[in-house]
């Protein structure tokens, strides 16, 4: 008898073990009403220690000693300066611009309508069809890389998962894979494997820390209609898949699990963004600790596989799992353990910890880097290391966007002159291919760059980032938001000016046109008025240009006398020597 409860205990344990390495979901409680549950309280909730197997080493799992063990930034990081964002998956399947995969499930989009159209209704061919057919046939990571390269881009933020959460690599712990569905192919090897041919620095994104919110249109149904009332395919099981294309892939795996049942959850989903009321999903804790484990293993796992030079990961609060805002749902040291077992990793691998975290949004940290999405601060922003992020169009592929060089070069430069970098998402085409016009686009940027490398590459912010005009009492700034037809023409005069200080300590300042040939332009923040610029000017130059100019030191300003001839494109730099 002793034997064989010790056999039963034995076996459980293995059974216990082999769900832990697969990441089973735990059952699930019945699903109650909409709307019939009040979050759990925020405030009271303890934060949750998941205690994730990380690597060895010097940084343990909190905020305290990643804090105190982290080196700072990576040089590499400050002499990059401008980087691409791949954001590339199947949602761009449905040339519908972002959050397609949301959005198909709300019948007042126009990717409801695209979806339709192209794969029926999503009550019978949801997203699950578009990744069984998403086929990036045309996507060539070494060719990209190098058109990105030739651009003047130093680094790449590669898409690893969106919130539609379907792994772009050989996961381990999401079946829902680019190697297991779809393309068939390990896409985040591809692309590591392409960066370090061309000695291009990148990093492995991860957005699917609120795929649980976000997904719960696909848990809803047509409000009118010939299929009113009849539910999407988010409330599909894995035994319906019995017979079909998917069996032996569970839905909830990929749709997570209807939480509608929160105050708040629904109709927020059928908002354009907002996410659900600050709480905790206190009637489905085992699976929310299923849930933060396993978004925590997945980046592991990309971290093992590929080494990348940094991870980032979304949101608009300080951290994943905070209970708030895009953390919506639970509090848990998910975010520490994969940062402790990312630089822990480092130090093993390289000997250092030349790598970063992006932590979207989250204020000064040792050891994070922020971003600043669409919009760039106004004044000069020195107390942690940021990059500006924004799509020409948007962040997945939709017809019509406008493409123009010169929007994403003055992008470029209102970060770098704030000690930014920036990083602008090329939105490539549904088979993976980049259109004509971006390629054009690119090649125009990458020529400008190698024109004023000197003032980019390297620099750092000086005592004041602009001057120019002022309107409404504030500086004229290229507008925030999506890069389109509204930063494409907007326009800048002679006067607005923004500045850098090169590796070789000399002063750049950016006109942000091009001034008219045989022109004078004044920059009064290098007068001695402005007590800015209290050193004697030895030479002034003008980048790209071999003559001597022609320009005077007064007190009110440096007076520039232009060439007859201005043979330049969207901005001009000025090299100013003491």
């Known amino acids: 008898m002793k034997r064989k409860i010790l056999f039963t205990f034995l076996s459980l344990l293995q059974l ?29 909730f303890a934060e949750l220690k998941l205690e994730i197997p990380i690597a060895k080493g010097l940084f343990e799992p909190s905020w305290e000693s990643i804090e105190k063990n982290y080196p700072g930034e990576p040089s590499w990081l400050r002499d990059a300066k401008f980087g691409v964002w791949v954001h590339f998956g199947p949602q761009a399947a449905g040339e519908s611009g972002d959050w397609y995969a949301r959005n198909l499930y709300k019948s007042d989009k126009p990717a409801y309508q695209n979806h339709v159209k192209k794969y029926g209704h999503p009550s019978e061919a949801g997203y699950k069809e578009v990744l069984r057919d998403w086929n990036p046939k045309n996507l060539d990571p070494e060719k990209l890389t190098k058109i990105y390269q030739d651009a003047g881009a130093r680094f790449l933020m590669i898409q690893g998962v969106h919130h539609d959460n379907y792994d772009l690599w050989d996961s381990k712990y999401q079946p829902w894979n680019s190697v297991n569905i779809g393309p068939k192919r390990d896409l985040i090897g591809e692309w590591a494997k ?100 396993n978004w925590a293993l997945r980046m592991m796992d990309a971290v093992k596989k590929y080494d990348p030079d940094f991870i980032y990961t979304d949101g608009t609060v300080q951290g994943p799992f905070t209970g708030d805002g895009t953390g919506t749902g639970l509090k848990a040291d998910a975010m520490q353990s994969v940062i402790a077992d990312f630089y822990n990793t480092s130090l093993k691998r390289r000997g250092k910890v030349d790598t970063f975290s992006i932590v979207k949004f989250r204020n000064n940290t040792n050891g994070t880097v922020n971003t600043e999405e669409f919009g760039i601060p106004a004044d000069i922003k020195k107390d942690q290391p940021w990059i500006a ?30 000690d930014g970098n920036a990083a602008i998402c090329i939105s490539l085409l549904p088979d993976g291919s980049i259109n004509q016009e971006s390629q054009k686009m690119l090649k125009e940027v990458g020529n400008w760059m190698r024109l004023n490398a000197a003032a980019v590459y390297g620099s750092h912010a000086w005592v004041t980032p602009a001057e120019g005009e002022m309107v409404n009492g504030k500086l004229k700034m290229l507008p925030g938001g999506k890069l389109g037809q509204k930063q494409a023409e907007f326009k800048f005069d002679v006067q ?25 332009i004044k920059i009064k923040s290098l007068g001695k008025d402005a007590k800015y610029y209290m050193k004697k000017i030895e030479t002034v130059k003008l980048l790209g240009y ?18 007859k001839s201005m043979p330049f494109a969207t901005a001009v730099v000025f090299e100013i020597q003491q």
């Open 16 to 44: 216990s073990m082999y769900a832990q390495e697969k990441n089973s979901i735990p059952a699930v409680p019945s699903t109650l009403p909409i709307d019939s549950t009040p979050m759990g309280n925020l405030e009271t």
């Open 194 to 293: 392409a960066c370090r041919a061309n000695g291009m620095r990148f990093g492995v994104t991860f957005h699917h820390e609120y795929t649980w919110w976000w997904w719960q249109t696909a848990f809803g149904s047509d409000k009118e209609g010939p299929k009113k009332g009849i539910p999407y395919d988010g409330h599909l099981t894995l035994a319906d898949g019995k017979g079909k294309w998917w069996e032996g892939y569970d839905p909830k795996m990929l749709y997570g699990i209807d939480l509608r049942q929160y105050k708040g959850v629904e109709k927020n989903a059928n908002t354009d963004w907002s996410p659900p009321p600050a709480g905790i999903f206190s009637d489905h804790l085992e699976y929310a600790q299923w849930y933060a484990r």
């Open 389 to 418: 992020e924004a799509p020409v169009g948007d962040w997945f592929y939709a017809p019509d966007f406008t493409y123009d060089s010169g929007m994403m070069i003055r992008y470029i430069i209102e970060a770098i002159a704030r």
């Open 496 to 520: 607005d000016i923004r500045f850098t200080v090169g590796k070789n300590k000399k002063l750049y300042a950016f006109c942000m046109n091009v001034p008219a040939p045989d022109s004078q």
């Open 546 to 563: 071999k003559g001597k100019l022609e320009w005077k030191d007064e007190a009110d300003g440096l007076i520039i006398h232009c060439p």
